[in-house]
């Protein structure tokens, strides 16, 4: 899923609806991008990406054999074909609790609309990994096929402060690497830097082939998006400034990033907290990082189950050409895995 075309950089005050959008678009004969594939602007998200509707939900917090504090977030979607030969099976699904002592959990299944199957030894990596760490909790799994290692490389946090990578060849197996994120590397005052996502993407100027999207909090207690740049995965370059900060989308907290490109551009798909509406927004950053342009609503979180007015830390997948997104469904730390497919 790729890319438009780059304009200077703006800062819109307030989040615009999709439908606001739209109807802008067609009263000043302008278009939004849409690709192949899709079912035309007025159905398509900004960007040109798909609408997403619910399909079923894939994984509750009760039906689990490790299930320590009732509740699970953060899910991550990766496919095995080609990658692991001896995998359980064409998905690995990675989530985890989070209150403590969370753990990174992995289900697997052979479609991306299910059923996922729980792996009967998780946790696969716990909060006390010796001699590495021992933490109150371990969550927000983020796993990244590395074609260039030929391992899946896993970023975790634990505490909410620092953000680990292990790696995997076989995706269930990890040793444990680095720290490769603290609150440390930020400026003075930041109290959280998680739930961080990694993706391969070419910034030249920078150097860079690999970035990485995360939350970032501060004294003020309002959560930003903020991003870094990376050679190789492993030893990483932030930016002291947010990439996205919640005023400029009219938010009081927004988290749980995920990087899409689309026609040349890039784009971050992004969460605000209930208190805010509870929905997903959109924000073009451009392929080189440089825009900021708030395109507003990505997805509509349901009102009724299992989103109850919230959806959160989408991930994205596709299986023989149909979009599909998993995400984080209902109140924080009361919720489940959900699907949802594109159109």
Same mark, same amino acid.
């Given at each position: ?10 800062n ?28 035309g602007?007025?159905? +398509? !998200?900004? &960007?040109? *990406?798909?609408? =997403? ?10 039906? #689990? @054999? /490790? ?15 080609g990658?692991?030969? +001896? !995998?359980? &099976?064409? *998905?690995?699904? =990675? ?6 002592p969370?753990?990174?959990? #992995? @289900? /697997? ?39 260039? @290692?030929?391992?899946?490389?896993l ?6 402060t ?45 150097g ?69 509406g ?44 149909v ?17 949802a497919?594109g159109?």
């Open positions: 899923m790729n890319e438009p075309h780059e304009t200077p950089k703006q819109p005050p307030a989040v615009l609806s999709r439908r606001v959008l739209l109807r802008g678009a067609a009263a000043t004969g302008t278009a939004l991008a849409v690709g192949a594939g899709t079912a602007a007025a159905a +398509a !998200a900004p &960007g040109g *990406f798909p609408d =997403y509707t619910y399909v079923r939900t894939l994984l509750k917090p009760s039906d #689990l @054999a /490790y299930n320590p504090t009732g509740e699970i977030i953060f899910p991550c979607v990766r496919g095995t074909v990658r692991l030969p +001896a !995998a359980l &099976g064409r *998905f690995y699904l =990675y989530y985890a609790p989070h209150d403590a969370g753990g990174i959990c #992995l @289900a /697997y299944g052979d479609s991306l609309e299910g059923p996922f199957t729980e792996y009967p030894a998780n946790p696969l990596v716990t909060n006390n990994w010796q001699p590495h760490y021992k933490v109150s909790h371990v969550s927000s799994p983020h796993v990244l096929w590395n074609e260039d @290692a030929k391992e899946m490389w970023y975790f946090h634990g505490e909410n620092t953000t680990r990578l292990a790696r995997s060849k076989d995706g269930i197996n990890f040793t444990y690497d680095k720290v490769v994120l603290s609150t440390s590397m930020l400026p003075a005052g930041t109290t959280e830097t998680s739930y961080a996502r990694v993706f391969r993407h070419d910034l030249p100027s920078r860079a082939r690999y970035v990485m999207l995360f939350m970032l909090n501060n004294t003020t207690n309002h959560r930003d998006i903020a991003w870094g740049w990376s050679p190789d995965g492993r030893n990483w370059t932030f930016d002291q400034e947010p990439l996205i900060r919640h005023s400029e989308v009219g938010a009081v907290n927004v988290g749980g990033p995920h990087l899409l490109t689309r026609g040349g551009s890039a784009y971050v798909v992004y969460n605000k907290d209930k208190s805010s509870g929905d997903l927004l959109i924000t073009e950053v451009g392929k080189d990082f440089s825009r900021r342009v708030h395109l507003g609503l990505f997805h509509d979180s349901m009102t009724g189950a299992p989103d109850n007015g919230r959806t959160a830390a989408p991930s994205f997948g596709t299986e023989n050409g979009p599909y997104m998993i995400y984080e469904a209902g109140e924080r730390l009361q919720g489940a895995i959900a699907l497919r159109k």
